[in-house]
């Protein structure tokens, strides 16, 4: 049962440009989000994250959006850059299972020059 | 900043071998997970522990076994390995304080592949 849903494998942005991803969750338990990013042949890095008591936490060129009445998230980065290529996950957590995390099937951002 | 280490970083082998990933950390944290991850799919969890000699099996069931007998190393066994073992396994540690709550942080995967 996939409780964490990114249901756009893949996307291609122009450098400079907005990359806005997706992520939906079906555990109305959940709370705490988090995104990851992973290059190839390494291993996920935190990127971000966001407390269910908030509904937006930005670092940077890095944005993070929660809509908790739809079940919903989003990652936003402006400007996308050539090194923002990679996947990215999103993952949940919430307290009573100890904060164990559940996972996204990912998205693959291209930037393109 | 993370030093979380994994070997092999990859492993072919043939049916029915034993083999054991590696998994060490330096961070001193209690935390550790096993992820078991195939290609455009999520992450699964399939062993963690909170402590020497707490093992406990995560969401996804695995045969593969872990043990905990140091606070820095978390080995994952498989006794008999199978084709449908193929899949890149990952290994992560974690310490809640000051930190976001689940922030993990990774090793660089193990890569297996059965024949």
């Known amino acids: 049962d996939q409780q964490v849903k990114q249901n756009s494998p893949s996307l291609s942005v122009q450098e400079g440009r907005i990359s806005i991803l997706n992520c939906d969750y079906t555990n109305s338990m959940f709370d705490y989000f988090l995104w990851y990013k992973k290059y190839p042949a390494e291993g996920p890095t935190f990127l971000i994250s966001?407390?269910?008591?908030?509904d937006k936490n930005e670092d940077g060129r890095f944005t993070v959006f929660l809509n908790k009445s739809a079940k919903h998230l989003s990652l936003h980065i402006v400007p996308s850059q050539p090194g923002d290529s990679a996947v990215y996950f999103c993952a949940a957590s919430d307290r009573s299972n100890d904060y164990k995390l559940s996972f996204g099937a990912g998205t693959t951002v291209t930037v393109r020059a | 900043e993370a030093d979380i280490y994994q070997t092999p970083r990859y492993l072919v082998i043939g049916t029915g071998k034993k083999i054991t990933l590696e998994c060490s950390q330096t961070?001193?944290?209690?935390?550790m997970y096993w992820y078991q991850q195939d290609p455009g799919m999520e992450l699964h969890l399939i062993h963690y522990s909170y402590g020497v000699n707490s093992t406990e099996k995560g969401d996804l069931s695995s045969e593969s076994t872990v043990s905990r007998i140091r606070t820095e190393h978390f080995p994952l066994t498989l006794e008999s390995a199978r084709p449908s073992h193929t899949s890149q396994y990952l290994c992560?540690?974690?310490?809640?304080?000051?930190?976001?709550?689940?922030?993990?942080?990774f090793g660089e995967g193990s890569r297996l592949t059965v024949l």
């Open positions: 992560a540690s974690s310490e809640s304080r000051d930190r976001a709550p689940g922030e993990l942080f």
């Open positions: 966001i407390s269910s008591i908030k």
């Open positions: 961070m001193g944290h209690d935390k």
